[in-house]
């Protein structure tokens, strides 16, 4: 099953290598699972109280074309 990995950060209380920690939890979730990982999107330093983040905006229109049927995040606040 193909999946894709959503990660991101705040600018409150987080670090840019959490972005790294969090693709590298996802990426265990897939493989124990079987999934095969086909991309990964990522917001620096955005707040996620917003929708027009660049990588969920990449995120929604390789979902709509089809490209996966999984988001795997490391939390539901992802």
Known sequence: MKVALGAR???DNHRDASIE???QLCCL???KQGWTVIDS?????ICGASL??????ELISDATQG???????????R
Do not use: W
């Not at 490209?67 to 606040?77: Q, R, T, Y």
């Open 9 to 11: 950060y705040s600018t």
């Open 21 to 23: 920690d969090q693709l």
């Open 29 to 31: 979730r897939a493989e």
């Open 41 to 45: 999107n990522t917001n620096r330093a």
């Open 52 to 57: 027009l983040r660049p990588g969920l905006q």
């Open 67 to 77: 490209k996966f049927l999984i988001v795997v995040a490391e939390a539901m606040d």
